[in-house]
């Protein structure tokens, strides 16, 4: 199997870091893609390792596409991508020709960051001698104080990123994706921003965090857009 790790424009990297297997990967180039690839993995073998050593594979496999992404835009592809021969490769870089140069084009310029929040909610418990009725309103008062946090911390959400959007004003695009929070966390999601902006906009951001210390909001590494690909 050709297993593959991303879909470049051509020409190809000078650079040669090693896959999986412990090879340097090699370069397949089809008009004007290039495909990181790794000939001859046994795809079969690779869903049978054990769970430690399957996890290095996929650290492997997202460590080398970071390497190459910090030289220039690339589309990752998912851990244990592969194709049945260099000839599928070839077809496949050949249909999906237009697609995958106007996604290169889109992205060039852009990262993925993984942005998570939590908030610190004010307290609020009924006072341990109430009884009876006047328990049961205290109750209710404090599930209503808790539903009007939740709506609060919707709206600063979508105020944080507004402030990104405004900052970038008209020639740039920003992308978001929530996904599901972990943990303790009550925002956690992807944008897509471009590099050259990352710096301003988390200085602009920065206000918006002091009026709003109850957020503890994290940026990750720029990272491969990973969520963005069309």
């Known amino acids: ?31 004007r893609l290039i495909a990181a690839i790794e000939p001859d993995v046994d795809i079969e073998a690779l869903k049978l390792l054990p769970e430690q050593s399957l996890m290095q594979a996929i650290v492997i496999h997202d460590r080398l596409i970071c390497q190459l992404f910090n030289q220039r835009t690339l589309l990752p592809l998912r851990f244990g991508t592969a194709f049945v021969s260099m000839d599928a490769l070839e077809s496949y870089l050949q249909t999906e020709n237009i697609r995958l140069v106007t996604s290169l084009e889109k992205l060039d310029g852009y990262a993925e960051f993984l942005v998570t929040g939590t908030a610190i909610a004010p307290k609020s418990e009924p006072a341990s001698n109430l009884k009876g009725k006047d328990y049961l309103l205290a109750k209710r008062s404090q599930y209503l104080q808790q539903e009007q946090w939740r709506e609060q911390l919707q709206q600063e959400v979508v105020n944080y990123f507004q402030v990104l959007r405004d900052t970038l004003g008209d020639r740039y695009k920003l992308d978001f994706q929530k996904v599901e929070p972990q943990n303790s966390e009550d925002v956690r999601g992807y944008v897509l921003l471009p590099r050259s902006q990352v710096e301003s906009l988390q200085q602009a951001v920065r206000s918006w965090e002091t009026a709003h210390s109850h957020w503890q909001i994290s940026w990750s590494e720029p990272l491969p857009p990973y969520h963005f690909i069309e």
């Open 1 to 31: 199997m050709i297993y593959t790790y991303a879909i470049l424009s051509a020409p190809a990297p000078a650079d040669l870091p090693l896959g999986i297997t412990g090879n340097p990967i090699q370069y397949f180039q089809s008009d």
